[in-house]
């Protein structure tokens, strides 16, 4: 793969994980207007936290993939399996039906 080709994918991983968690927060920003709840709450929905982590797994692949130096790929692929892990727990946690804990402040609110 030439070196242009490479680049430009590595850098499209870490866009597309940017891209993906504005899109994640956008859509639940507009679903807790729409319900009245507070953003936190909707973004503490496991199927919100599986998407996120993911968000954040392919941000910090591409930057893993695009760094200079070996100390921060190591960094980076560090947060990478951090990432991974968390996506699986809260894809474990959809996939259980767990609901998040409570939001106290909208409970004032009702």
């Not at 936290?49 to 993939?65: D, E, P, Y």
Request: positive net charge; glycine residues 6%.
């Amino acid at each position: 793969m030439p070196a242009s080709w490479y680049h430009l994918v590595a850098n499209a991983i870490w866009i597309l994980g940017c891209a993906l968690a504005l899109a994640t927060v956008s859509v639940a920003h507009w679903e807790a207007q729409m319900r009245g709840e507070r953003l936190r709450v909707i973004l503490s929905w496991p199927r919100r936290q599986v998407i996120l982590h993911l968000a954040g797994l392919s941000f910090s692949l591409g930057m893993a993939v695009t760094s200079p130096s070996l100390v921060q790929f190591g960094i980076w692929l560090i947060l990478v399996v951090v990432f991974a892990v968390q996506a699986r727990a809260a894809w474990l946690a959809a996939r259980r039906g767990l609901k998040p804990v409570a939001d106290p402040a909208s409970a004032d609110r009702r």
